[in-house]
Protein backbone atom coordinates (compact mmCIF):
# COMPACT_ATOMS: atom_id res chain seq x y z
CA UNK A 1 0.00 0.00 0.00
CA UNK A 2 1.58 3.64 -1.38
CA UNK A 3 0.46 5.66 2.17
CA UNK A 4 1.91 8.73 0.06
CA UNK A 5 -0.79 8.18 -2.78
CA UNK A 6 -3.57 6.63 -1.38
CA UNK A 7 -3.73 8.87 1.46
CA UNK A 8 -1.64 12.29 1.47
CA UNK A 9 -2.05 13.11 -1.82
CA UNK A 10 -5.82 12.86 -1.15
CA UNK A 11 -5.77 14.74 1.87
CA UNK A 12 -3.77 17.63 0.63
CA UNK A 13 -6.29 18.08 -2.30
CA UNK A 14 -9.31 18.41 -0.35
CA UNK A 15 -7.58 20.91 1.42
CA UNK A 16 -7.01 22.98 -1.32
CA UNK A 17 -10.04 21.99 -3.84
CA UNK A 18 -12.66 24.04 -4.02
CA UNK A 19 -15.73 23.44 -2.17
CA UNK A 20 -19.38 22.92 -3.71
CA UNK A 21 -21.90 26.01 -3.09
CA UNK A 22 -25.54 24.62 -2.39
CA UNK A 23 -26.99 26.42 -5.73
CA UNK A 24 -30.23 27.33 -3.65
CA UNK A 25 -28.38 29.94 -1.53
CA UNK A 26 -28.99 32.97 -4.25
CA UNK A 27 -31.78 33.69 -6.56
CA UNK A 28 -31.55 35.98 -9.92
CA UNK A 29 -33.80 39.03 -9.75
CA UNK A 30 -36.12 38.11 -13.13
CA UNK A 31 -36.62 41.82 -13.26
CA UNK A 32 -33.35 43.72 -12.90
CA UNK A 33 -30.97 40.32 -12.86
CA UNK A 34 -29.35 40.83 -9.54
CA UNK A 35 -28.02 38.54 -7.84
CA UNK A 36 -30.29 38.21 -3.88
CA UNK A 37 -28.66 36.36 -0.96
CA UNK A 38 -31.16 34.17 0.21
CA UNK A 39 -31.82 34.87 3.55
CA UNK A 40 -31.60 38.74 2.61
CA UNK A 41 -34.56 37.94 0.28
CA UNK A 42 -35.98 36.38 2.89
CA UNK A 43 -35.80 39.15 5.68
CA UNK A 44 -37.51 40.77 2.97
CA UNK A 45 -40.31 39.27 2.13
CA UNK A 46 -39.48 37.81 -1.29
CA UNK A 47 -39.05 41.70 -2.80
CA UNK A 48 -35.64 42.58 -4.79
CA UNK A 49 -34.15 44.86 -2.58
CA UNK A 50 -32.70 46.72 -5.95
CA UNK A 51 -35.54 47.25 -7.96
CA UNK A 52 -38.44 46.24 -5.25
CA UNK A 53 -39.38 43.58 -7.43
CA UNK A 54 -41.84 41.47 -6.44
CA UNK A 55 -41.45 37.87 -6.34
CA UNK A 56 -43.47 34.79 -5.33
CA UNK A 57 -43.87 34.19 -1.95
CA UNK A 58 -45.93 30.76 -0.24
CA UNK A 59 -48.87 30.79 1.59
CA UNK A 60 -47.05 29.73 4.27
CA UNK A 61 -44.11 32.11 4.22
CA UNK A 62 -46.71 34.89 4.36
CA UNK A 63 -48.83 34.23 7.13
CA UNK A 64 -45.68 33.46 9.04
CA UNK A 65 -44.62 37.30 8.67
CA UNK A 66 -48.45 38.28 8.59
CA UNK A 67 -49.79 36.79 11.59
CA UNK A 68 -48.51 37.92 15.99
CA UNK A 69 -45.21 36.23 16.38
CA UNK A 70 -45.77 33.54 13.14
CA UNK A 71 -48.37 31.96 15.04
CA UNK A 72 -51.26 30.34 12.94
CA UNK A 73 -53.70 27.29 13.40
CA UNK A 74 -54.75 25.92 10.02
CA UNK A 75 -58.65 25.74 9.24
CA UNK A 76 -59.61 21.83 8.12
CA UNK A 77 -60.56 21.60 4.77
CA UNK A 78 -62.97 18.88 3.72
CA UNK A 79 -61.27 16.34 1.30
CA UNK A 80 -62.67 16.23 -2.56
CA UNK A 81 -62.96 13.40 -4.65
CA UNK A 82 -59.93 12.09 -5.94
CA UNK A 83 -59.63 12.35 -10.01
CA UNK A 84 -63.51 12.13 -10.72
CA UNK A 85 -62.87 12.53 -13.95
CA UNK A 86 -59.97 9.53 -14.42
CA UNK A 87 -58.28 12.66 -16.28
CA UNK A 88 -54.93 12.16 -18.03
CA UNK A 89 -52.35 14.07 -20.17
CA UNK A 90 -48.92 13.36 -20.50
CA UNK A 91 -49.12 12.34 -16.51
CA UNK A 92 -52.20 11.12 -14.49
CA UNK A 93 -53.34 13.29 -12.55
CA UNK A 94 -52.97 11.99 -9.30
CA UNK A 95 -49.11 11.50 -10.50
CA UNK A 96 -49.50 15.48 -11.04
CA UNK A 97 -50.96 15.93 -7.64
CA UNK A 98 -48.23 14.23 -6.11
CA UNK A 99 -45.62 16.19 -7.85
CA UNK A 100 -46.69 19.42 -6.84
CA UNK A 101 -46.94 17.78 -3.14
CA UNK A 102 -43.26 17.34 -3.21
CA UNK A 103 -42.51 20.21 -4.56
CA UNK A 104 -44.58 22.86 -2.46
CA UNK A 105 -44.84 20.35 0.72
CA UNK A 106 -48.34 21.24 1.01
CA UNK A 107 -51.28 19.32 0.48
CA UNK A 108 -53.11 21.64 -2.11
CA UNK A 109 -53.22 25.10 -3.89
CA UNK A 110 -54.78 26.70 -0.79
CA UNK A 111 -53.80 26.73 2.93
CA UNK A 112 -56.46 28.49 5.37
CA UNK A 113 -55.25 29.97 8.78
CA UNK A 114 -56.72 31.41 11.92
CA UNK A 115 -54.64 33.99 14.20
CA UNK A 116 -54.31 37.19 14.99
CA UNK A 117 -52.65 40.18 13.24
CA UNK A 118 -51.88 43.01 14.82
CA UNK A 119 -54.06 41.73 17.70
CA UNK A 120 -56.92 41.53 15.52
CA UNK A 121 -57.91 37.97 14.94
CA UNK A 122 -58.32 37.39 11.34
CA UNK A 123 -58.86 34.21 8.95
CA UNK A 124 -56.99 34.31 6.20
CA UNK A 125 -56.81 32.33 2.78
CA UNK A 126 -53.59 31.99 0.63
CA UNK A 127 -53.56 30.64 -3.14
CA UNK A 128 -49.99 29.11 -3.72
CA UNK A 129 -48.92 29.75 -7.51
CA UNK A 130 -46.47 27.35 -7.41
CA UNK A 131 -49.16 24.56 -6.66
CA UNK A 132 -49.69 23.36 -10.31
CA UNK A 133 -50.29 27.31 -10.95
CA UNK A 134 -52.66 28.03 -8.16
CA UNK A 135 -55.41 26.41 -10.65
CA UNK A 136 -59.15 26.58 -8.81
CA UNK A 137 -60.46 23.02 -8.85
CA UNK A 138 -62.83 21.46 -5.76
CA UNK A 139 -60.02 21.65 -2.96
CA UNK A 140 -59.46 25.63 -3.30
CA UNK A 141 -63.44 25.67 -3.52
CA UNK A 142 -64.00 23.61 -0.47
CA UNK A 143 -61.21 25.62 1.15
CA UNK A 144 -62.89 29.11 1.12
CA UNK A 145 -66.42 27.83 1.92
CA UNK A 146 -64.93 26.50 4.84
CA UNK A 147 -62.87 29.46 5.29
CA UNK A 148 -66.50 31.95 5.12
CA UNK A 149 -68.22 29.00 7.36
CA UNK A 150 -65.68 29.63 9.80
CA UNK A 151 -65.55 33.46 9.60
CA UNK A 152 -69.49 33.74 10.34
CA UNK A 153 -69.10 31.37 13.17
CA UNK A 154 -66.82 33.23 14.94
CA UNK A 155 -67.09 36.59 13.69
CA UNK A 156 -64.03 37.30 12.25
CA UNK A 157 -62.54 38.56 9.19
CA UNK A 158 -61.53 37.26 6.45
CA UNK A 159 -58.73 38.40 4.33
CA UNK A 160 -57.67 36.24 0.96
CA UNK A 161 -54.69 36.49 -1.11
CA UNK A 162 -55.28 35.36 -4.65
CA UNK A 163 -52.54 33.92 -7.14
CA UNK A 164 -54.00 32.01 -9.70
CA UNK A 165 -53.88 30.65 -13.59
CA UNK A 166 -57.36 30.29 -13.96
CA UNK A 167 -59.41 26.93 -13.41
CA UNK A 168 -58.27 23.43 -13.14
CA UNK A 169 -57.99 21.70 -16.52
CA UNK A 170 -57.97 18.56 -14.94
CA UNK A 171 -61.06 18.29 -13.05
CA UNK A 172 -63.02 20.25 -16.11
CA UNK A 173 -66.76 21.30 -15.29
CA UNK A 174 -65.85 20.38 -11.64
CA UNK A 175 -63.73 23.56 -10.99
CA UNK A 176 -66.00 25.65 -12.95
CA UNK A 177 -68.29 25.10 -10.93
CA UNK A 178 -66.27 26.21 -8.12
CA UNK A 179 -67.42 29.79 -9.46
CA UNK A 180 -70.65 29.97 -8.31
CA UNK A 181 -69.89 27.77 -5.24
CA UNK A 182 -67.29 30.47 -3.80
CA UNK A 183 -69.68 33.73 -5.17
CA UNK A 184 -72.19 31.98 -2.13
CA UNK A 185 -69.64 31.58 0.02
CA UNK A 186 -68.88 35.36 -0.32
CA UNK A 187 -72.50 36.35 0.02
CA UNK A 188 -72.29 34.31 3.10
CA UNK A 189 -70.28 36.81 4.30
CA UNK A 190 -71.74 39.71 3.55
CA UNK A 191 -75.21 38.10 4.50
CA UNK A 192 -73.24 38.13 8.21
CA UNK A 193 -71.74 41.41 8.13
CA UNK A 194 -68.26 40.15 8.14
CA UNK A 195 -66.06 42.54 6.12
CA UNK A 196 -63.98 40.33 3.17
CA UNK A 197 -60.85 41.89 2.20
CA UNK A 198 -59.04 40.65 -1.25
CA UNK A 199 -55.00 41.04 -2.00
CA UNK A 200 -54.31 40.62 -5.52
CA UNK A 201 -51.27 38.81 -5.96
CA UNK A 202 -48.91 38.36 -9.03
CA UNK A 203 -50.78 36.08 -11.25
CA UNK A 204 -54.14 36.81 -10.55
CA UNK A 205 -55.63 35.34 -13.85
CA UNK A 206 -59.22 33.39 -15.36
CA UNK A 207 -62.02 32.06 -13.64
CA UNK A 208 -60.47 33.33 -10.36
CA UNK A 209 -60.10 36.82 -11.34
CA UNK A 210 -64.46 35.99 -12.75
CA UNK A 211 -65.02 34.83 -8.62
CA UNK A 212 -64.22 35.13 -5.48
CA UNK A 213 -60.82 37.77 -6.18
CA UNK A 214 -63.55 40.46 -7.60
CA UNK A 215 -66.06 40.46 -4.64
CA UNK A 216 -64.03 41.76 -1.48
CA UNK A 217 -65.52 45.07 -0.04
CA UNK A 218 -61.99 46.20 -0.18
CA UNK A 219 -59.59 45.27 -3.38
CA UNK A 220 -55.80 45.86 -2.71
CA UNK A 221 -53.27 44.22 -5.13
CA UNK A 222 -49.17 44.22 -4.93
CA UNK A 223 -47.29 46.36 -7.14
CA UNK A 224 -47.26 45.03 -10.60
CA UNK A 225 -49.36 42.41 -10.05
CA UNK A 226 -51.20 40.92 -13.51
CA UNK A 227 -55.24 40.95 -13.03
CA UNK A 228 -56.86 39.93 -16.04
CA UNK A 229 -59.23 36.92 -16.83
CA UNK A 230 -57.89 36.70 -20.60
CA UNK A 231 -54.07 37.80 -21.08
CA UNK A 232 -52.35 40.46 -22.72
CA UNK A 233 -51.34 38.48 -25.49
CA UNK A 234 -54.76 36.19 -26.00
CA UNK A 235 -56.41 40.00 -26.06
CA UNK A 236 -54.01 41.65 -28.60
CA UNK A 237 -54.10 38.12 -30.96
CA UNK A 238 -57.86 38.80 -31.07
CA UNK A 239 -58.34 42.58 -31.65
CA UNK A 240 -55.10 42.65 -33.43
CA UNK A 241 -53.97 46.20 -31.73
CA UNK A 242 -51.43 47.02 -29.42
CA UNK A 243 -52.44 47.62 -25.81
CA UNK A 244 -51.38 49.88 -23.70
CA UNK A 245 -48.24 50.33 -21.68
CA UNK A 246 -49.38 48.71 -18.46
CA UNK A 247 -52.42 47.38 -19.01
CA UNK A 248 -53.91 44.65 -16.63
CA UNK A 249 -51.04 45.32 -13.90
CA UNK A 250 -52.45 46.90 -10.72
CA UNK A 251 -51.65 50.49 -11.15
CA UNK A 252 -53.60 50.59 -14.76
CA UNK A 253 -56.46 48.60 -13.41
CA UNK A 254 -56.29 51.71 -10.03
CA UNK A 255 -56.38 54.08 -12.01
CA UNK A 256 -59.60 53.28 -13.48
CA UNK A 257 -61.26 52.41 -10.77
CA UNK A 258 -61.00 48.48 -9.92
CA UNK A 259 -58.87 48.80 -7.40
CA UNK A 260 -58.56 50.27 -3.74
CA UNK A 261 -55.10 50.19 -3.26
CA UNK A 262 -51.59 49.22 -4.19
CA UNK A 263 -49.82 48.34 -1.50
CA UNK A 264 -45.86 47.53 -1.24
CA UNK A 265 -45.52 43.60 0.77
CA UNK A 266 -43.75 45.08 3.56
CA UNK A 267 -46.74 48.08 4.50
CA UNK A 268 -49.58 45.40 3.65
CA UNK A 269 -49.91 44.06 7.15
CA UNK A 270 -50.20 47.59 8.65
CA UNK A 271 -52.65 48.31 6.06
CA UNK A 272 -54.51 45.43 6.80
CA UNK A 273 -54.50 45.51 10.52
CA UNK A 274 -55.75 49.38 10.44
CA UNK A 275 -58.71 48.35 8.02
CA UNK A 276 -59.58 45.66 10.19
CA UNK A 277 -59.70 47.63 12.91
CA UNK A 278 -61.29 50.45 11.54
CA UNK A 279 -64.09 47.89 9.66
CA UNK A 280 -64.91 46.01 13.35
CA UNK A 281 -65.06 49.26 15.40
CA UNK A 282 -62.23 48.45 17.24
CA UNK A 283 -59.35 51.02 18.56
CA UNK A 284 -56.63 52.10 16.05
CA UNK A 285 -53.55 49.86 16.66
CA UNK A 286 -50.72 50.24 19.01
CA UNK A 287 -47.36 49.70 18.74
CA UNK A 288 -46.43 47.82 21.72
CA UNK A 289 -48.33 45.99 24.45
CA UNK A 290 -47.29 48.15 27.28
CA UNK A 291 -49.96 50.73 28.60
CA UNK A 292 -50.29 54.30 27.81
CA UNK A 293 -48.09 56.19 30.50
CA UNK A 294 -49.96 58.34 32.67
CA UNK A 295 -50.16 62.16 32.92
CA UNK A 296 -50.37 61.64 36.89
CA UNK A 297 -47.70 63.58 38.66
CA UNK A 298 -45.24 60.88 41.15
CA UNK A 299 -45.85 60.59 44.72
CA UNK A 300 -43.58 62.51 46.77
CA UNK A 301 -41.72 60.17 49.27
CA UNK A 302 -42.58 61.12 52.90
CA UNK A 303 -38.72 62.51 53.64
CA UNK A 304 -38.61 64.92 51.20
CA UNK A 305 -41.88 66.81 52.69
CA UNK A 306 -40.28 67.22 55.77
CA UNK A 307 -39.81 70.64 56.86
CA UNK A 308 -35.52 71.41 57.43
Known amino acids: ???????????????????????????????????????????????????????????????????DGGAFVEVK??????????????????????????????????????????????????????????????????????????????????VLFSAAGGARMQEGILSLMQMPRTTVAVEMLKEAGIPYIVVLTHPTTGGVTASYAMLGDIQIAEPNA??????????????????PEGFQRAEYLLEHGMLDRVTHRKKLRDELVSILRMLGGMPAPTRADLPAPTLEAPAIPPELTKAD
Open 1 to 67: MNWITNYVRPHINSLFSRREVPENLWTKCPECGTMLFHRELADNLNVCTNCDHHMAITPRERFTAMF
Open 77 to 158: VPEPVTDPLQFRDQKKYPDRMKAAQRKTGEKEAMLVAEGEMGRTPVIAVGQDFSFMGGSMGMYVGNAIIAAAERAVETGKPL
Open 226 to 243: LICFAGPRVIEQTIREKL
